[in-house]
């Protein structure tokens, strides 16, 4: 059963068209990912559906409302946690969540027990009564995630929940996600970390320019290069110097020289790694390690939008700074 | 209801945040005191506390209302914490007035304090204190929506105070308060006309002195006007600007 029905939707600014009529939906239930580059339109179509941006043209069904004409029903089932931690910094960790929790209509008993409740399962019960500006950055987002689920929506719309913070904050988070869709939360994640959508969402729709070029669960996806067989070698170094006779020698197969001592070997077919390693060996490079290399939802991502990861993730970076 | 309990807790929110911070309170003191300072240098002779009355009063709501909203509100929206009220599932005039109130009680406390000063040293009996209270409360109503208009037109916190003055300046000057309105240029005069602190303030004048010149019913429908006329426009403006 769909939670979310977008069908036809487009977003013009004035002659700038960052949606281009676009269709999916999204189960209850499940965890959706939604990936794509800068400027491919996520933001815009999450502020779509949040309510933040009118469209231009299509229709947006939220638990069979239709969104676009109403647009203030709708938002009392959905949870919003912004791409920054966008709570008040003079209120404490708990009058913050009372707040949010006041602005669906909660009563004052019910709004306190919940965040109560909250604060204890998100591990931040003894920082509930300091200021939001003295939280860290891991603190501050789970305390804007509590807030976005404060008032129990059906969806959670998630933009980019662990960017930007330590690794083990963002573990804990991803936890935390889990946790909530096991609970029965359907959440729409947009993230640049490919790696995370792989880990969390069990559907995935990839947006470009506006559009959305693949749709599907990660087993669908992974179709795409499932023919693909990928080898790589971790080496001593000195790859550099033969990188140009290796790539010729080797121009059946696609060679990516991941530095001065790692490349990649990617073929429709097995690889067989006898000549590599009489090359490697020709050229006096020590092979420490060849490993066979699971397609990842990264590689479907790369091979669909011709995006290199490392390129978008440093755009993100870059904004933020 | 539920849209009330909403209602309520941004009105608390923002007394605690913002208005009820010992730095605003010390404002809405010192305006007054500054303000009767200047018309006691002015006349160069024993101040008619009474007299100035109306003035300070006014100028008290027009400066205390519309520095703290257009502050507050801008604020909010650099630091994207109004996105959160935006996305919340109340109307956008009942979120806008539950934005504003504060700022309006906040206007009506700082008429409050040179009226109470006054007391003690002039002998204030013969005040329509309904009309004065009326009068005031329009007053921090316009000029609280005007702050809310300019808050909306603006982006940065600088911007804010810089269009703020755009507005209070002229008013200042215009509204009768420095200048009887018959003795300016009449060049000036239409637009002390068009300005809504010149009907709240001789409202004022007429509750406290009995010297205003414009029927006080034309002014009370004159500033509700205005208070309609820049409500609307600044929900029309966040509808165009804010939810694009």
Redesign the interface.
């Known amino acids: 059963m769909n939670i979310l029905e977008v069908n036809n939707l487009t977003k013009d600014?004035g002659g700038f068209m960052a949606v281009k009529g676009i269709d999916f939906s999204v189960k209850k239930g499940e965890i959706f990912g939604f990936l794509g580059p800068n400027g491919a339109g996520k933001t815009t179509t999450i502020n779509m559906l949040?309510?933040?941006?009118?469209p231009t043209s299509g229709s947006i069904i939220l638990s069979g409302i239709d969104l676009v004409k109403n647009i203030?029903?709708a938002?009392?089932i959905?949870g919003?946690v912004?791409d920054?931690s966008?709570?008040?910094?003079?209120?404490n960790g708990f009058d913050n969540l009372t707040?949010?929790a006041?602005?669906?209509?909660?009563?004052k008993a019910k709004r306190e027990k919940r965040a109560k409740e909250l604060l204890e399962q998100f591990g931040l019960a003894d920082t509930g009564k300091k200021p939001f500006k003295v939280y860290s950055k891991g603190m501050k987002r789970k305390l804007t995630i509590a807030?976005g689920i404060i008032h129990e929506p059906e969806i959670l719309f998630l933009d980019e929940p662990t960017t930007g913070i330590d690794v083990e904050s963002a573990r804990q988070i991803r936890k935390l996600i889990l946790s909530l869709n096991e609970n029965g939360t359907t959440i729409f994640l947009t993230t640049h970390y490919i790696e995370e959508a792989e880990r969390l969402c069990h559907r995935v729709g990839f947006i470009v320019d506006g559009r959305i070029v693949r749709l599907g669960t990660l087993d669908e996806l992974m179709q795409e290069v499932q023919n693909e067989y990928t080898v790589q070698f971790t080496l001593e170094g000195g790859l550099l110097n033969v990188k140009e006779a290796l790539k010729s020698q080797f121009s059946d197969y696609s060679v990516s020289v991941l530095g001065d001592n790692a490349v990649k070997i990617q073929s429709s077919s097995k690889v067989n790694l006898i000549p590599f390693i009489k090359f490697f060996e020709e050229n006096n490079i020590m092979v420490y390690e060849a490993k066979v290399v699971r397609p990842s939802l990264e590689e479907v991502f790369v091979k669909i939008t011709g995006i290199e990861l490392e390129k978008m993730e440093k755009e993100k970076e870059g904004d933020r700074k | 209801m539920k849209s009330w309990i909403a209602f309520w807790n941004i009105l608390m929110k923002d007394m605690k945040n913002y208005y009820l911070k010992p730095p605003n309170i010390s404002w809405g003191i010192i305006f007054p005191f500054a303000w009767t300072l200047m018309f006691f240098l002015r006349s160069e002779s024993a101040v008619d506390i009474k007299g100035i009355l109306p003035g300070v009063m006014s100028l008290s709501v027009l400066f205390g209302t519309t520095s703290m909203l257009a502050v507050t509100i801008t604020f909010e929206r650099k630091s994207r914490s109004f996105e959160r009220l935006l996305l919340a599932p109340i109307s956008l005039n009942l979120l806008m007035l539950a934005k504003t109130t504060g700022a309006i009680f906040f206007g009506v406390l700082n008429a409050l304090i040179p009226a109470i000063f006054a007391s003690f040293v002039v002998d204030l009996s013969g005040i329509n204190w309904m009309t004065a209270f009326l009068s005031v409360l329009l007053i921090a109503v316009t000029s609280t929506f005007l702050g809310l208009f300019i808050s909306v037109s603006v982006s940065e916190v600088f911007e804010a105070q810089t269009f703020s003055n755009f507005f209070r300046f002229p008013m200042m000057f215009l509204c009768g308060l420095f200048i009887p309105i018959q003795n300016l240029p009449a060049l000036l005069r239409p637009i002390s006309y068009i300005l809504p602190l010149t009907y709240g303030a001789d409202i004022l004048k007429t509750s406290i002195n009995g010297d205003g010149f414009i029927a006080p019913w034309i002014s009370f429908l004159v500033l509700l006007g205005f208070s309609l006329l820049l409500f609307l426009m600044s929900t029309h403006n966040i509808q165009k600007k804010w939810i694009y």
Do not use: V
């Open positions: 600014y949040t309510g933040l941006t009118r203030k029903k938002q009392g959905i919003i912004p920054e966008n709570l008040y910094d003079e209120m707040f949010c006041s602005l669906y209509g909660m009563e807030a």
